[in-house]
C-alpha cells in the first residue's frame, strides 16, 4: 500500500553528523506509524526510533536518545532521522518501515508491527 525510500547515507567521521529520509509514495502517509531500524554487520536488526502517524508522539532508543532524532512531514511524505555525534558503533545499514496499525501511543517497537520496508542506506562512521 505504500512504497518507501531512503537516502542520506554515506561516510562520516566520528563526531560527524547526517540526516537520513524516507520518502513515501501516495497521498495517505498519514495514515501509516513509521520506524527506523538498523543492522550492522554480524548484528541483529533492531529498532532506532519510531514515530506516530501525527508526528506527536515519538520513541528512541537508548543507545541513540540524544543524539538522533526522528520527525515528520506528512505534507512532503518525508519521515526524517537526523544523527549527530556519530560513532563507529553506529555503522549500519539503515531502514525506514511503516506500519498501518494503530494503538493509544501510535508507537510501534517490534519487527513484526511493520508491513512495509524500504531498501536500506548504508551508514558508515569512521573512526
Known amino acids: 500500500q505504500v512504497q518507501l525510500v531512503e537516502s542520506g547515507g554515506g561516510l562520516v567521521q566520528a563526531g560527524g553528523s547526517l540526516r537520513l529520509s524516507c520518502a513515501a509514495s501516495?497521498?495517505?502517509?498519514?495514515?501509516?506509524?513509521v520506524g527506523w531500524f538498523r543492522q550492522a554487520p554480524g548484528k541483529e536488526l533492531e529498532l532506532v526510533a519510531a514515530?506516530?502517524?501525527?508526528?506527536?508522539?515519538?520513541g528512541h532508543a537508548d543507545s541513540v536518545k540524544g543524539r538522533f532524532t526522528i520527525s515528520r512531514d506528512n505534507a512532503k511524505n518525508t519521515v526524517d532521522l537526523q544523527m549527530n555525534s556519530l560513532t563507529p558503533e553506529d555503522t549500519a545499514v539503515y531502514y525506514c518501515?511503516?506500519?498501518?496499525?494503530?494503538?493509544?501511543?501510535?508507537?510501534?517497537?517490534?519487527?513484526?508491527?511493520?508491513?512495509?520496508w524500504g531498501q536500506g542506506t548504508q551508514v558508515t562512521v569512521s573512526s
Open positions: 514515530i506516530s502517524r501525527s508526528g506527536d508522539n515519538t
Open positions: 518501515a511503516a506500519s498501518a496499525r494503530t494503538s493509544l501511543s501510535g508507537l510501534y517497537y517490534t519487527r513484526s508491527s511493520y508491513d512495509h
Open positions: 501516495g497521498r495517505t502517509f498519514s495514515a501509516y506509524a
